[in-house]
Protein backbone atom coordinates (compact mmCIF):
# COMPACT_ATOMS: atom_id res chain seq x y z
CA UNK A 1 0.00 0.00 0.00
CA UNK A 2 1.75 3.35 -0.74
CA UNK A 3 2.39 5.45 2.12
CA UNK A 4 0.11 8.12 3.53
CA UNK A 5 2.30 10.27 5.73
CA UNK A 6 0.72 12.21 8.34
CA UNK A 7 4.01 14.68 8.72
CA UNK A 8 5.49 16.94 11.70
CA UNK A 9 3.47 19.87 12.50
CA UNK A 10 0.21 17.43 12.98
CA UNK A 11 -1.23 16.66 16.25
CA UNK A 12 -1.37 12.75 17.19
CA UNK A 13 -4.33 12.14 20.02
CA UNK A 14 -3.92 9.86 22.56
CA UNK A 15 -6.60 7.27 24.66
CA UNK A 16 -4.41 7.72 27.68
CA UNK A 17 -2.43 10.45 29.99
CA UNK A 18 -0.55 7.94 31.78
CA UNK A 19 3.01 7.32 31.59
CA UNK A 20 2.81 5.58 27.84
CA UNK A 21 1.29 8.52 26.62
CA UNK A 22 3.70 11.31 28.27
CA UNK A 23 6.52 9.58 26.99
CA UNK A 24 4.79 9.04 23.67
CA UNK A 25 3.94 13.05 23.49
CA UNK A 26 7.34 13.52 24.76
CA UNK A 27 9.28 11.31 21.30
CA UNK A 28 6.22 13.48 19.15
CA UNK A 29 7.03 16.78 20.59
CA UNK A 30 11.10 16.00 19.95
CA UNK A 31 9.53 15.24 16.34
CA UNK A 32 7.60 18.33 15.71
CA UNK A 33 4.33 16.93 16.32
CA UNK A 34 1.90 18.03 18.78
CA UNK A 35 -0.53 15.59 20.92
CA UNK A 36 -3.59 15.81 22.82
CA UNK A 37 -4.58 13.34 25.49
CA UNK A 38 -8.02 12.33 26.67
CA UNK A 39 -7.56 10.89 30.42
CA UNK A 40 -10.31 11.68 33.68
CA UNK A 41 -7.55 12.17 35.73
CA UNK A 42 -7.28 16.15 36.58
CA UNK A 43 -3.33 15.21 37.47
CA UNK A 44 -2.44 12.28 34.89
CA UNK A 45 1.05 11.84 33.55
CA UNK A 46 1.31 12.90 30.46
CA UNK A 47 -0.93 16.55 31.82
CA UNK A 48 2.21 18.59 31.00
CA UNK A 49 3.88 17.09 28.26
CA UNK A 50 0.95 17.78 25.77
CA UNK A 51 -1.16 20.89 24.21
CA UNK A 52 -4.64 19.72 25.39
CA UNK A 53 -5.42 17.07 27.95
CA UNK A 54 -9.23 16.74 27.87
CA UNK A 55 -10.58 15.42 31.51
CA UNK A 56 -12.68 13.02 30.63
CA UNK A 57 -13.82 9.22 31.28
CA UNK A 58 -12.82 6.53 28.51
CA UNK A 59 -16.37 6.04 27.97
CA UNK A 60 -17.04 9.47 26.69
CA UNK A 61 -17.64 9.68 22.77
CA UNK A 62 -17.96 13.32 22.74
CA UNK A 63 -14.49 13.52 24.13
CA UNK A 64 -13.43 11.18 21.40
CA UNK A 65 -15.13 13.44 18.90
CA UNK A 66 -13.69 16.44 20.54
CA UNK A 67 -10.00 14.77 20.32
CA UNK A 68 -10.47 13.45 17.03
CA UNK A 69 -11.38 16.83 16.10
CA UNK A 70 -8.58 18.63 17.25
CA UNK A 71 -6.16 15.90 15.96
CA UNK A 72 -4.66 14.17 12.68
CA UNK A 73 -4.13 10.85 14.16
CA UNK A 74 -5.21 9.17 17.18
CA UNK A 75 -3.56 6.35 18.82
CA UNK A 76 -3.90 5.15 22.41
CA UNK A 77 -1.80 3.92 25.25
CA UNK A 78 -4.14 1.75 27.46
CA UNK A 79 -7.12 -0.54 26.33
CA UNK A 80 -9.72 0.11 28.55
CA UNK A 81 -10.87 2.60 25.97
CA UNK A 82 -14.83 2.20 24.85
CA UNK A 83 -15.15 0.83 21.50
CA UNK A 84 -17.50 3.40 20.45
CA UNK A 85 -14.52 6.35 21.46
CA UNK A 86 -12.44 4.82 18.94
CA UNK A 87 -15.88 4.26 16.33
CA UNK A 88 -16.42 8.36 17.38
CA UNK A 89 -12.92 9.45 16.08
CA UNK A 90 -12.79 6.54 13.49
CA UNK A 91 -15.31 9.23 11.90
CA UNK A 92 -12.86 11.95 11.60
CA UNK A 93 -9.59 10.81 11.40
CA UNK A 94 -7.41 7.47 10.96
CA UNK A 95 -7.59 5.51 14.50
CA UNK A 96 -4.49 3.24 14.95
CA UNK A 97 -4.70 0.50 16.69
CA UNK A 98 -8.06 -0.73 14.52
CA UNK A 99 -10.95 -1.00 16.81
CA UNK A 100 -11.06 -4.56 15.72
CA UNK A 101 -7.55 -5.26 16.82
CA UNK A 102 -8.67 -3.48 20.40
CA UNK A 103 -12.14 -5.71 20.67
CA UNK A 104 -10.42 -8.59 20.18
CA UNK A 105 -7.66 -7.85 22.78
CA UNK A 106 -9.69 -6.22 25.40
CA UNK A 107 -10.53 -10.01 25.84
CA UNK A 108 -9.01 -12.32 27.24
CA UNK A 109 -11.18 -15.07 26.23
CA UNK A 110 -11.02 -14.19 22.80
CA UNK A 111 -7.47 -13.19 22.24
CA UNK A 112 -6.29 -16.34 23.85
CA UNK A 113 -8.80 -18.33 21.32
CA UNK A 114 -7.78 -16.02 18.49
CA UNK A 115 -4.08 -17.18 19.20
CA UNK A 116 -4.80 -20.81 19.39
CA UNK A 117 -7.37 -21.03 16.10
CA UNK A 118 -3.95 -19.14 14.63
CA UNK A 119 -1.57 -22.17 15.07
CA UNK A 120 0.39 -19.93 17.74
CA UNK A 121 1.64 -21.76 21.10
CA UNK A 122 -0.70 -21.18 23.88
CA UNK A 123 -0.27 -22.38 27.14
CA UNK A 124 -3.18 -25.20 28.14
CA UNK A 125 -6.62 -23.17 28.78
CA UNK A 126 -9.93 -23.08 29.07
CA UNK A 127 -12.98 -20.22 29.09
CA UNK A 128 -15.52 -20.03 32.11
CA UNK A 129 -18.75 -17.89 32.13
CA UNK A 130 -19.87 -19.26 35.00
CA UNK A 131 -18.61 -21.08 38.86
CA UNK A 132 -19.35 -24.96 37.39
CA UNK A 133 -17.94 -24.06 34.51
CA UNK A 134 -15.04 -22.56 36.58
CA UNK A 135 -14.93 -25.84 38.60
CA UNK A 136 -15.14 -27.96 35.70
CA UNK A 137 -11.68 -26.14 34.16
CA UNK A 138 -9.82 -26.16 37.66
CA UNK A 139 -10.51 -30.22 37.51
CA UNK A 140 -9.75 -30.50 33.49
CA UNK A 141 -6.89 -28.33 34.06
CA UNK A 142 -5.42 -29.91 37.56
CA UNK A 143 -6.66 -27.23 39.70
CA UNK A 144 -3.40 -25.17 40.05
CA UNK A 145 -4.05 -22.71 37.84
CA UNK A 146 -3.92 -18.66 37.46
CA UNK A 147 -7.88 -17.35 36.60
CA UNK A 148 -8.25 -14.16 34.86
CA UNK A 149 -11.40 -11.88 34.13
CA UNK A 150 -11.56 -11.52 30.51
CA UNK A 151 -11.72 -8.02 30.62
CA UNK A 152 -9.81 -5.16 32.75
CA UNK A 153 -7.40 -6.96 34.34
CA UNK A 154 -3.56 -5.37 34.23
CA UNK A 155 -0.50 -5.47 36.47
CA UNK A 156 -1.42 -9.08 37.75
CA UNK A 157 -5.30 -7.52 39.09
CA UNK A 158 -8.28 -9.16 38.09
CA UNK A 159 -6.42 -12.44 38.60
CA UNK A 160 -6.77 -15.56 41.12
CA UNK A 161 -4.54 -18.37 41.69
CA UNK A 162 -6.21 -21.89 42.60
CA UNK A 163 -4.74 -24.72 44.12
CA UNK A 164 -7.73 -26.92 43.45
CA UNK A 165 -11.52 -27.49 41.96
CA UNK A 166 -12.57 -26.65 45.38
CA UNK A 167 -11.15 -22.77 44.80
CA UNK A 168 -14.29 -22.16 41.94
CA UNK A 169 -16.38 -20.75 44.30
CA UNK A 170 -14.04 -18.39 45.98
CA UNK A 171 -12.29 -17.35 42.88
CA UNK A 172 -15.33 -16.74 41.54
CA UNK A 173 -16.38 -14.57 43.87
CA UNK A 174 -13.35 -12.79 44.24
CA UNK A 175 -12.98 -12.10 40.90
CA UNK A 176 -16.68 -10.83 40.08
CA UNK A 177 -16.13 -11.23 36.13
CA UNK A 178 -18.65 -12.53 33.12
CA UNK A 179 -16.10 -14.22 31.82
CA UNK A 180 -13.09 -15.72 32.97
CA UNK A 181 -9.45 -17.39 30.99
CA UNK A 182 -8.78 -20.35 33.18
CA UNK A 183 -4.62 -21.00 32.65
CA UNK A 184 -2.53 -24.04 34.29
CA UNK A 185 -0.18 -22.35 36.21
CA UNK A 186 3.00 -22.52 34.28
CA UNK A 187 6.65 -23.91 35.60
CA UNK A 188 8.07 -20.67 33.89
CA UNK A 189 11.95 -20.85 33.05
CA UNK A 190 11.68 -17.18 32.19
CA UNK A 191 9.29 -14.36 30.67
CA UNK A 192 10.15 -12.48 27.35
CA UNK A 193 8.41 -10.10 25.27
CA UNK A 194 8.65 -9.15 21.65
CA UNK A 195 7.43 -5.32 20.37
CA UNK A 196 6.62 -5.21 16.89
CA UNK A 197 5.52 -1.96 14.74
CA UNK A 198 3.36 -2.32 11.74
CA UNK A 199 2.65 0.49 9.71
CA UNK A 200 -0.32 1.46 7.64
CA UNK A 201 1.55 0.65 4.80
CA UNK A 202 2.34 -3.11 6.03
CA UNK A 203 6.02 -1.91 7.16
CA UNK A 204 6.35 -4.35 9.63
CA UNK A 205 10.16 -3.92 12.49
CA UNK A 206 10.52 -6.45 14.86
CA UNK A 207 12.71 -5.23 18.23
CA UNK A 208 15.17 -8.15 19.59
CA UNK A 209 13.39 -9.93 22.68
CA UNK A 210 13.27 -8.24 25.67
CA UNK A 211 13.95 -10.42 28.91
CA UNK A 212 11.62 -9.77 31.95
CA UNK A 213 11.50 -10.28 35.87
CA UNK A 214 8.48 -10.29 37.24
CA UNK A 215 7.75 -9.94 41.36
CA UNK A 216 4.54 -10.75 42.23
CA UNK A 217 2.93 -10.20 38.97
CA UNK A 218 4.53 -6.96 38.11
CA UNK A 219 7.22 -6.05 36.45
CA UNK A 220 10.53 -5.39 38.39
CA UNK A 221 13.33 -5.48 35.71
CA UNK A 222 13.55 -5.64 32.46
CA UNK A 223 16.71 -5.45 29.73
CA UNK A 224 16.86 -5.56 26.12
CA UNK A 225 18.24 -7.53 24.24
CA UNK A 226 17.17 -10.84 26.35
CA UNK A 227 20.60 -12.71 27.19
CA UNK A 228 18.87 -15.97 25.34
CA UNK A 229 19.81 -18.34 22.72
CA UNK A 230 20.09 -16.71 19.65
CA UNK A 231 17.44 -20.23 18.41
CA UNK A 232 15.08 -18.46 21.06
CA UNK A 233 15.28 -15.62 20.12
CA UNK A 234 15.03 -15.90 16.68
CA UNK A 235 12.00 -18.33 17.45
CA UNK A 236 10.48 -15.49 19.49
CA UNK A 237 10.65 -12.96 16.60
CA UNK A 238 8.95 -15.80 14.08
CA UNK A 239 6.09 -15.96 16.75
CA UNK A 240 5.49 -12.10 16.98
CA UNK A 241 6.05 -11.54 13.33
CA UNK A 242 3.16 -13.84 12.72
CA UNK A 243 0.91 -12.68 15.61
CA UNK A 244 1.61 -9.02 14.37
CA UNK A 245 0.42 -10.17 10.92
CA UNK A 246 -2.30 -12.13 11.38
CA UNK A 247 -3.92 -9.23 13.87
CA UNK A 248 -3.09 -6.76 10.90
CA UNK A 249 -1.99 -4.43 14.12
CA UNK A 250 -1.20 -1.04 13.19
CA UNK A 251 0.91 0.72 15.21
CA UNK A 252 2.79 -0.84 17.87
CA UNK A 253 2.20 -4.76 19.60
CA UNK A 254 4.03 -5.94 22.22
CA UNK A 255 3.86 -9.81 22.42
CA UNK A 256 4.68 -10.88 26.33
CA UNK A 257 5.87 -14.67 25.80
CA UNK A 258 6.47 -17.39 28.65
CA UNK A 259 9.97 -19.84 28.24
CA UNK A 260 8.57 -22.86 29.49
CA UNK A 261 10.28 -26.64 28.91
CA UNK A 262 13.03 -24.21 26.55
CA UNK A 263 9.73 -23.57 24.90
CA UNK A 264 7.98 -20.57 23.90
CA UNK A 265 4.03 -19.66 24.47
CA UNK A 266 2.51 -16.50 23.99
CA UNK A 267 0.79 -14.87 27.27
CA UNK A 268 -0.73 -11.62 26.30
CA UNK A 269 -0.34 -8.82 23.77
CA UNK A 270 -0.92 -5.16 24.15
CA UNK A 271 -1.55 -2.80 21.05
CA UNK A 272 0.76 0.28 22.53
CA UNK A 273 4.24 0.87 23.70
CA UNK A 274 5.29 -1.49 26.78
CA UNK A 275 6.85 -1.11 30.31
CA UNK A 276 9.28 -3.83 28.88
CA UNK A 277 10.35 -1.74 26.65
CA UNK A 278 11.45 1.14 28.38
CA UNK A 279 15.14 0.41 27.84
CA UNK A 280 14.93 0.73 24.01
CA UNK A 281 15.05 4.38 24.76
CA UNK A 282 18.64 3.87 25.83
CA UNK A 283 19.48 0.38 23.89
CA UNK A 284 18.40 0.93 20.66
CA UNK A 285 18.42 3.16 18.13
CA UNK A 286 14.89 4.05 17.35
CA UNK A 287 13.20 3.97 20.91
CA UNK A 288 9.26 2.37 21.01
CA UNK A 289 7.53 5.71 21.53
CA UNK A 290 9.43 7.17 18.91
CA UNK A 291 8.29 4.31 16.95
CA UNK A 292 4.87 4.49 17.29
CA UNK A 293 4.85 8.01 16.08
CA UNK A 294 6.55 6.88 13.21
CA UNK A 295 4.06 4.04 12.87
CA UNK A 296 0.58 5.73 13.57
CA UNK A 297 1.88 8.37 11.37
CA UNK A 298 2.94 6.18 8.45
CA UNK A 299 6.45 7.16 8.42
CA UNK A 300 9.35 5.42 7.08
CA UNK A 301 9.81 2.49 10.73
CA UNK A 302 13.32 3.39 12.42
CA UNK A 303 16.17 0.91 12.95
CA UNK A 304 15.48 -1.14 15.55
CA UNK A 305 19.19 -1.83 15.81
CA UNK A 306 20.61 -2.38 19.34
CA UNK A 307 23.29 0.39 19.67
CA UNK A 308 23.89 -0.81 23.56
CA UNK A 309 22.14 -3.43 25.91
CA UNK A 310 20.57 -1.97 28.78
CA UNK A 311 18.35 -2.33 31.82
CA UNK A 312 15.07 -0.46 33.59
CA UNK A 313 14.31 -0.92 37.37
CA UNK A 314 10.43 0.21 38.14
CA UNK A 315 9.95 2.17 41.22
CA UNK A 316 6.57 1.76 42.31
CA UNK A 317 4.38 3.72 44.65
CA UNK A 318 5.56 0.69 47.75
CA UNK A 319 9.09 2.69 47.64
CA UNK A 320 7.69 5.95 48.58
CA UNK A 321 5.21 4.35 51.42
CA UNK A 322 7.56 2.18 53.02
CA UNK A 323 9.53 5.00 55.97
CA UNK A 324 12.48 6.80 54.23
CA UNK A 325 11.09 9.09 50.91
CA UNK A 326 13.32 7.58 48.10
CA UNK A 327 16.93 8.71 48.02
CA UNK A 328 17.58 10.12 44.51
CA UNK A 329 20.64 11.15 44.99
CA UNK A 330 22.18 8.38 46.03
CA UNK A 331 20.97 6.22 42.79
CA UNK A 332 22.27 8.71 40.95
CA UNK A 333 25.90 8.86 41.90
CA UNK A 334 26.27 5.81 39.91
CA UNK A 335 27.99 6.15 36.80
CA UNK A 336 25.55 5.91 33.82
CA UNK A 337 22.35 4.90 36.04
CA UNK A 338 18.94 7.96 34.59
CA UNK A 339 15.93 8.78 36.25
CA UNK A 340 12.51 8.66 34.55
CA UNK A 341 9.83 9.74 36.81
CA UNK A 342 6.41 10.35 35.86
CA UNK A 343 5.17 13.09 37.16
CA UNK A 344 2.29 11.39 39.16
CA UNK A 345 1.83 13.68 42.33
CA UNK A 346 0.15 10.52 44.33
CA UNK A 347 2.19 7.28 45.42
CA UNK A 348 0.00 4.12 45.63
CA UNK A 349 0.66 0.43 46.67
CA UNK A 350 1.76 -0.94 43.03
CA UNK A 351 1.11 2.11 41.00
CA UNK A 352 4.10 2.89 38.70
CA UNK A 353 6.24 6.24 39.41
CA UNK A 354 8.84 5.80 37.29
CA UNK A 355 11.92 3.86 36.70
CA UNK A 356 15.91 3.54 36.65
CA UNK A 357 17.64 2.57 33.75
CA UNK A 358 21.60 2.30 32.55
CA UNK A 359 23.12 0.87 29.48
CA UNK A 360 26.26 -1.53 30.07
CA UNK A 361 28.56 -3.45 28.29
CA UNK A 362 26.23 -6.70 28.36
CA UNK A 363 22.68 -7.29 29.23
CA UNK A 364 23.06 -8.48 32.84
CA UNK A 365 25.95 -6.28 33.41
CA UNK A 366 23.20 -3.83 32.60
CA UNK A 367 20.94 -5.58 34.86
CA UNK A 368 23.08 -5.37 37.89
CA UNK A 369 23.61 -1.85 37.47
CA UNK A 370 19.74 -0.83 37.60
CA UNK A 371 19.58 -3.20 40.85
CA UNK A 372 22.04 -1.40 42.37
CA UNK A 373 20.85 2.11 41.56
CA UNK A 374 17.33 0.49 42.88
CA UNK A 375 19.04 -0.74 46.27
CA UNK A 376 20.45 2.71 47.04
CA UNK A 377 17.37 4.24 45.76
CA UNK A 378 15.17 2.46 48.16
CA UNK A 379 18.01 1.48 50.88
CA UNK A 380 16.65 -2.08 50.88
N1 LIG B 1 -0.50 -19.27 33.52
C1 LIG B 1 0.47 -18.70 34.24
N2 LIG B 1 1.42 -19.47 34.86
C2 LIG B 1 2.41 -18.90 35.59
N3 LIG B 1 2.55 -17.56 35.77
C3 LIG B 1 1.64 -16.74 35.21
C4 LIG B 1 0.57 -17.27 34.42
N4 LIG B 1 -0.17 -16.24 33.99
C5 LIG B 1 0.41 -15.13 34.47
N5 LIG B 1 1.50 -15.41 35.22
C6 LIG B 1 2.38 -14.42 35.89
O1 LIG B 1 1.65 -13.24 36.17
C7 LIG B 1 2.14 -12.13 35.39
C8 LIG B 1 1.00 -11.22 34.97
O2 LIG B 1 0.05 -11.95 34.21
P1 LIG B 1 -0.51 -11.44 32.83
O3 LIG B 1 -1.39 -12.49 32.27
O4 LIG B 1 0.60 -11.00 31.97
O5 LIG B 1 -1.46 -10.24 33.25
P2 LIG B 1 -1.26 -8.67 33.33
O6 LIG B 1 -2.25 -8.13 32.36
O7 LIG B 1 -1.56 -8.33 34.73
O8 LIG B 1 0.16 -8.37 32.91
C9 LIG B 1 2.87 -12.79 34.22
O9 LIG B 1 3.83 -11.92 33.65
C10 LIG B 1 3.50 -13.99 34.93
O10 LIG B 1 4.61 -13.62 35.69
MG1 LIG C 1 1.22 -9.12 31.28
Known amino acids: MPRSCILPGATIGIFGGGQLGRMTAMAAREMGYRSRVVDPDPGCA ?8 IVAAFDDVDAAARLAAGSDVVTLEIEKIALACLDRARRDVPVRPSSAALSLIQDRAAQKSFLSKAGLPVGPF ?11 A ?4 GG ?5 AARGGYD ?3 QAQTTSPSDAASAWRELAAETC ?19 PSGEIAVYPPALNHHVERVLAWSVLPAPVEPALGEQALEIARAVASALEVEGLLCIELFVVGGALLVNELAPRPHNSYHASVLASETSQFEQCVRAVCDLPLGSVQTTRPAAIYNLLGDDWLGGAPPNFERALELAGVRLHLYGKSVARPGRKMGHLSASAGTPMQAVELVKRAKALLTGR
Request: proline share 0%; glycine share 6%.
Open 46 to 53: ARFSVEEH
Open 144 to 148: RCFVK
Open 126 to 136: AVATNEAELEQ
Open 156 to 158: GRG
Open 181 to 199: VVEQALAIEGELSVMVARS
Open 138 to 141: LASL
